[in-house]
């Protein structure tokens, strides 16, 4: 199967724009193909208004971004398309004319996924040329902030198509989660529309209202999902005995039963219903708002899963390292001249109320710019995880110009000194449209034995590394604030 730089896209509504803002975000170059010209400016919309809470997600060093274009021919993008992925409406027998109309153009190594939420990929692959490279790739909405993708494959499917599959979603910072068997629905959607069955019934029983019933989630169940799941938590439920209590526990209510399975009739005053509930929820806010609110706490719990390294925290930790890796493989040996860079910009988060750079803020970016340093010298992961790590045992900070919310800077990080127990460094962060300097910080940091929180040696490649540094920045200009102090005149 083929390395993936052009990604083909059939359909471009909600879910193509989606892939489409996630792959040119991870420097995939994308084709997108519809049968609607119009659809160019929606997609373009689409992968702009998706960018806000995408570049917030990770600091890390993205590639460039890809490069989007828009066609009408499917037949285009099938011959230009290194992977394909469909998502055009959810109706069998279009979907499965379309795909073979593209199977004969697209060549046989290039792999074709469907988004489809719950048509089964036999019956997709049928007519294909090819069909071995027919899976589903089923994604959630909004595409490019949900690391989700089921990949379910059908009776032809081989297995390179799910492994390369796999792979390529990876890369673009999914969790591709393998459907070992193809049923309607796949996995989530299945457990999915069994909750949206019960929401119908209670509705139409005129038990609850769509709000109250999102609050029996959102305050509840939802905050326990997104990091456990619902067998995880149900182990927790059970005490001590975990599952097997759980289920003694509440395995009789399962015959009474608290839920009826089929779906209610969606009748006119159902749908009223549903309608008038979800609008009285939206309290006048367009959905372009809500997907903004949406999209942003997305951000937000995905980077607090990140610190516990669980669930898409562990995802988007998992990608973090790798870009980190990506950069420190290609970065060049230390030169005169040149001091360890760190290119970011000022999260809109991170502002004070005069819409600066808050003060706390500082010795944080300065903290992701030693991160880089760090693994440019071999202090990664696996290091830390031998119990090894520098400290930071004092800081000094002084601030220049301001800077404002969304503005580029940079972080220039010289070693000043090194031995063996002690780092000494400078920071000079800078506005990157006029260089001025924005802030400085010195920082002494100490080996430490992080199981026994004891000053130890440092690992001999590492100071190696670290004194090639200190002889190549000993070269470079001194700042006036190194070595300053707080201090007032003497009367
Ligand atoms: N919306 C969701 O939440 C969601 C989530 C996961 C998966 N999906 C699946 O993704 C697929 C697309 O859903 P959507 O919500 O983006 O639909 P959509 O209606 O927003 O977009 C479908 C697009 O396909 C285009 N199209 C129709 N026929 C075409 C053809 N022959 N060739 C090329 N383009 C064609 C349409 O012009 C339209 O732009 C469906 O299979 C759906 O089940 C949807």
């Not at 760090?374 to 090894?388: E, L, P």
Request: proline residues 5%; hydrophobic residues 40%.
């Amino acid at each position: 199967m083929r390395t993936v730089k052009t990604l083909g896209l059939m359909g471009t509504g909600v879910i193509g724009g989606g892939w489409a803002a996630r792959a040119l975000h991870y420097g995939i170059d994308v084709i997108a193909a519809d049968v609607k010209p119009e659809m160019e400016e929606w997609i373009r919309g689409a992968v702009a208004n998706a960018e806000p809470a995408l570049s917030r997600l990770t600091f890390a060093p993205l590639p460039p971004k890809g490069k989007l274009t828009f066609t009408t021919n499917l037949h285009e993008m099938a011959a230009k398309a290194d992977f394909i992925q469909e998502n055009i409406p959810e109706n069998v027998e279009l979907k499965q004319r379309v795909l073979a109309e593209v199977s004969r153009t697209a060549p046989a190594d290039v792999i074709i996924a469907s988004s489809t939420s719950g048509i089964m990929p036999t019956e997709l692959q049928r007519d294909m040329v090819a069909p071995e490279r027919l899976l589903v790739g089923h994604p959630f909405n909004p595409v490019y902030l949900l690391p989700l993708c089921e990949l379910v494959g059908g009776e032809k499917t081989s297995a390179a198509t799910i492994e390369a599959a796999r792979k390529f979603y990876t890369y673009i910072g999914m969790h591709a989660l393998h459907v070992r068997r193809e049923v309607p629905g796949h996995l989530t959607d299945r457990l999915q529309e069994a909750l949206w069955r019960e929401i119908l019934h209670l509705v139409n029983d005129g038990v609850a209202t769509t709000g109250e019933l999102d609050e029996s989630i959102i305050y509840g169940p939802g905050l326990r999902w997104a990091a456990m799941g619902t067998n995880m938590i149900y182990h927790l439920a059970g005490g001590q005995p975990g599952m097997r209590h759980m289920l003694a526990q509440f395995g009789p209510c399962l015959k009474w039963p608290w839920t009826k399975l089929e779906a209610p009739e969606l009748t006119e005053e159902l749908i009223d219903r549903m309608v008038e509930g979800t609008q009285a929820q939206a309290g006048g806010r367009s959905i372009r708002e809500l997907e903004r609110l949406r999209d942003d706490y997305l951000v937000a719990i995905q980077q607090v899963l990140r610190q516990y390294n669980i669930g898409a925290g562990a995802t988007l930790k998992a990608i973090e390292t790798r870009l980190y890796e990506e950069q420190a493989a290609k970065a060049p040996a230390p030169e005169a001249g040149s001091a360890v860079r760190l290119d970011t910009e000022v999260r809109p988060d991170w502002v004070d109320y005069n819409g600066h750079m808050s003060d706390f803020r500082y010795p944080q970016v300065f903290g992701d710019a030693l991160d880089k340093m760090y693994r440019k010298v071999g202090i990664d992961d696996a290091y830390r995880a031998s119990g090894r790590m520098y400290y930071t045992v004092e800081t000094h900070l002084t601030y220049g110009v301001e800077v404002k919310a969304s503005e580029p800077i940079y972080v220039l990080t010289q070693v000043i000194s090194v031995d063996d127990k002690r780092l000494h460094v400078f920071h000079t962060l800078h506005r990157r449209r006029d260089d001025q300097v924005v802030a400085t910080g010195e920082q002494m940091h100490l080996h430490v034995n992080t199981a026994q929180a004891k000053a130890s040696p440092v690992d001999p490649t590492v100071r190696a590394r670290l004194e090639a540094l200190r002889d190549a920045h000993a070269k470079l200009p001194r700042s006036k604030q190194q070595g300053r102090s707080i201090g007032m005149p003497k009367v």
